[in-house]
């Protein structure tokens, strides 16, 4: 089994023109890649032998479990900090000035991060947004 965002994130990251993935292993067009166990790989084109072998490689070093960002965000959304109530939230804080939800929100966020950090190989997108803000 894969973590379909993550592989697919993977793959992107390997500069694969991957355009999606999926658990069903029938279908497709040309310049998809059937992998029996992993599911189907659909690119932008054909890939070339050496793309071939990068795929290989990354589906087989593929851990499925949640991402560090998959875990915050479930954790999040299991505390109220659901991404309408940020929403909701930033709207009352910039519009209407009232930014004390926003602030209860911002705790349960910082608490999360506190309580599932990243590792030094798996850094989140909001480990890498907040290290961009603080220079």
Do not use: C
């Amino acid at each position: 089994m894969i973590n379909l965002s993550k592989i697919n994130l993977e793959l992107l990251t390997a500069r694969l023109p991957i355009i999606g993935v999926s658990h069903g292993e029938t279908g497709g067009d040309q310049n998809a890649v059937i992998m029996e166990g992993f599911g189907r790989f659909d690119f932008s084109r054909e890939l070339t032998d050496d793309e071939r072998r990068i795929l290989a490689t990354v589906v087989q070093a593929h851990d499925p479990a949640p991402s560090v960002d998959e875990k915050r965000q479930a954790e999040y959304d299991r505390r109220g900090a659901t991404k309408d109530a940020l929403t909701v939230a930033l709207w009352e804080s910039v519009v209407e000035n009232r930014p004390e939800k926003l602030q209860q929100l911002q705790a349960i966020r910082e608490q999360v991060k506190a309580e599932i950090p990243a590792s030094a190989a798996e850094a989140s997108v909001d480990d890498v947004a907040q290290k961009g803000n603080a220079s």
